[in-house]
């Protein structure tokens, strides 16, 4: 069995040389109007990376909760005051573009939005749009990163093809992240197995398989086995797995409870039985083969 303990506090090393939180805070489907107290609760509980999106539509609202909590954060605070560089804020580009200056405009508009100075990581949200429009949407990305708008970049949704072709356009900014969906019941192997040859690291959207699968047999067993809850016992195996796992929650307890998940260790039989589960379940979309 690994050792390795894990907790909000762990960071990741990424192929950059900079590090980011090993969980992030998921804001797919949490309403505007609900964001800023989620994102509240998620800083209180001690999450520091938090994965939006133009597609969310809560990017101001996010931003807005993280910086009320850099404002109100005093020294005496439990770990110090908070700072900037604690916090580690992701969005991405609805669409990519073979239009290289409004790709240019909306990341500004996205910076802007979250007013936070910067966007730690920069994600085009999916392949769609065709060769040309993924590598003009990098160009513009790269030249983010080169202005200090954006801190790294990255991808999501990529397929195999996908992140070829990216490599073999010789970037000049390496992509650090693709972000894809990834739980045991849809263990995506081939899209790993690219990105660890490039050294990108994989960001688990959808680590609670959207909560479709809690009442499944070897995970209610496991979760028994272990002492933990489902939830905790699939952020586990991502964690496990070398994958950041971004668990979404709209309520204050479940916020807490899914990144409690230092007390356990899975074995690697188990692991190999979760990985088993394999049904290529997809929760929501999957872009991973657009042409
Ligand atoms: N790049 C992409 O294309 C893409 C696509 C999808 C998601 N994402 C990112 O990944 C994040 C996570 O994915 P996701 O939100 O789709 O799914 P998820 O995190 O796997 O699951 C969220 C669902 O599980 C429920 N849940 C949370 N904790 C639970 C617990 N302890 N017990 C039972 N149910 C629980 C939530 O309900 P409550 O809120 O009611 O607790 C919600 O319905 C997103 O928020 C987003 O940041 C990215």
């Known amino acids: ?9 762990s960071r990741v090393k990424l192929a950059n040389g900079a590090t980011m939180p090993r969980i992030h805070f998921g804001l797919y489907m949490i309403p505007a109007s609900k964001t800023r107290q989620a994102v509240r609760w998620a800083l209180e509980a001690g999450y520091r990376g938090f994965d939006s999106a133009q597609m969310y539509g809560n990017e101001r609202e996010t931003g807005a909760a993280i910086r009320e909590a850099l404002r109100s954060s005093t ?26 200056q409004q790709v240019r405009a909306s990341i500004r508009k996205s910076v802007d939005a979250c007013g936070l100075g910067y966007v730690d990581l920069f994600l085009l949200h999916s392949p769609y749009g ?11 990305l790269e030249d983010a990163v080169e202005a ?7 991808v999501s949704n990529y397929g195999v093809r996908h992140i070829e072709e990216l490599m073999a356009s010789h970037p000049k900014v390496h992509p650090v992240v693709n972000q894809i969906e990834v739980h045991p019941f849809n263990t995506n192997t081939e899209i790993r197995e690219v990105c660890a040859k ?15 699968r809690m009442k499944d047999r ?13 939830a ?23 916020i807490i409870s899914n990144a409690q998940i230092g007390g356990f260790e899975i074995s690697q039989e188990d692991m190999k039985a979760l990985d088993d589960l394999d049904e290529h379940l997809v929760t929501d979309w999957d872009p991973t083969d657009a042409a």
């Open 218 to 230: 070897t995970v209610l067993s496991l979760a028994d086995k272990y002492h933990c809850t489902p």
């Open 198 to 212: 490039y050294n990108i690291v994989v960001e688990a959207y959808a680590p609670l398989a959207r909560g479709m």
């Open 130 to 140: 065709g060769r040309e429009a993924r590598l003009t949407s990098w160009r513009a």
């Open 75 to 100: 020294s005496e605070d439990d770990g110090g005051r908070l700072a900037r560089e604690d916090v580690f804020y992701t969005t991405k580009l609805a669409s990519c573009s073979a239009d290289y």
């Open 232 to 254: 905790q016992l699939l952020i586990r195996w991502s964690l496990q797995h070398g994958m950041v796992p971004l668990p979404k929650s709209a309520k204050r307890d479940r």
């Open 1 to 9: 069995m690994s050792s390795e303990m894990y907790s909000l506090a």
């Open 148 to 154: 200090g708008e954006v801190r790294m970049a990255g």
